[in-house]
Nanobody, 127 residues
Framework: VQLVESGGGLVQAGDSLRISCVAS????????MAWFRQAPGKEREFLGA????????YYAESVKGRFTVSRDYAKNTVYLQMIGLKPEDTSVYYC?????????????????????WGQGTQVTISS
């Protein structure tokens, strides 16, 4: 699976932003897609995930209610919609994929459980 993120940029605190991840290379029916972020000097942080088939979503408590993960079948694209952005949301945002999806749900928040990664897109929030 090849993953390409886009849509990052510079926004102001309180703004909303949607970033995208286009997937290619194989059928996605048995794939779980996820979003992570990593700020300088910090560990990669799980944000949310979605089952390509069925669309069930999972979120980190820290972003639940502000971030939404969705997918578009026709475009082979996963989105991360972010609202109420804060300066501390500044980070590089990564798309990841796991095939097959993790069978133990508690592991889906670990970066090591995803085999495929995009190159990342920078999101910067000014105060």
């Amino acid at each position: 699976v090849q993953l390409v993120e886009s849509g990052g940029g510079l926004v102001q605190a309180g703004d909303s932003l949607r970033i995208s991840c286009v997937a290619s290379g194989r059928a996605l029916s048995d794939v779980r897609m996820a979003w992570f972020r990593q700020a300088p000097g910090k560990e990669r942080e799980f944000l949310g995930a979605i089952n390509w088939s069925g669309g069930r979503t999972y979120y980190a408590e820290s972003v639940k209610g502000r971030f939404t993960v969705s997918r578009d079948y026709a475009k082979n694209t996963v989105y991360l919609q972010m609202i109420g952005l804060k300066p501390e949301d500044t980070s590089v945002y990564y798309c990841a994929a796991a095939h097959p999806p993790q069978t133990i749900l508690s592991t889906l928040r670990f970066a090591a459980s995803y085999e495929y990664w995009g190159q990342g897109t920078q999101v910067t929030i000014s105060s």
